[in-house]
């Protein structure tokens, strides 16, 4: 069984380790959510001015229900952000200086 002096060490880097790839995570999921943004917003504004065949025609409700989702994963791209936000720290070496000096 390991002592508790080289159990505190090693539980904190392994906490540390685990939020990087928590961090790293939620910031493919905030690209994902960009980019999606990006699509519903051309398709709701752009797409339907293209010379397409056949053109694309959105009726009133399709194009509200569009909105709707790019107002929904908006939301859900700000609540990631937040989420993006609290990691960072952590991430880059900060947070609570006293566990940094442990895991020296």
């Known amino acids: 069984m390991q002592q508790t002096s080289t159990m505190i060490p090693s539980l904190a880097v392994t906490l540390d380790h685990l939020r990087k790839i928590e961090y790293e995570h939620v910031d493919k999921r905030l690209g994902a959510c960009t980019q999606a943004v990006a699509v519903m917003q051309f398709i709701a ?45 952590a991430a880059a070496g900060g947070g609570d200086p006293a566990r940094r000096a442990v895991m020296r």
């Open 45 to 89: 504004g752009d797409a339907v001015c293209l010379p397409l065949q056949p053109p694309l025609a959105l009726t009133p409700p399709q194009l509200a229900r569009v909105q709707r989702y790019a107002a929904a994963i908006f939301d859900r791209q700000a609540g990631v952000s937040t989420h993006l936000s609290q990691l960072q720290p």
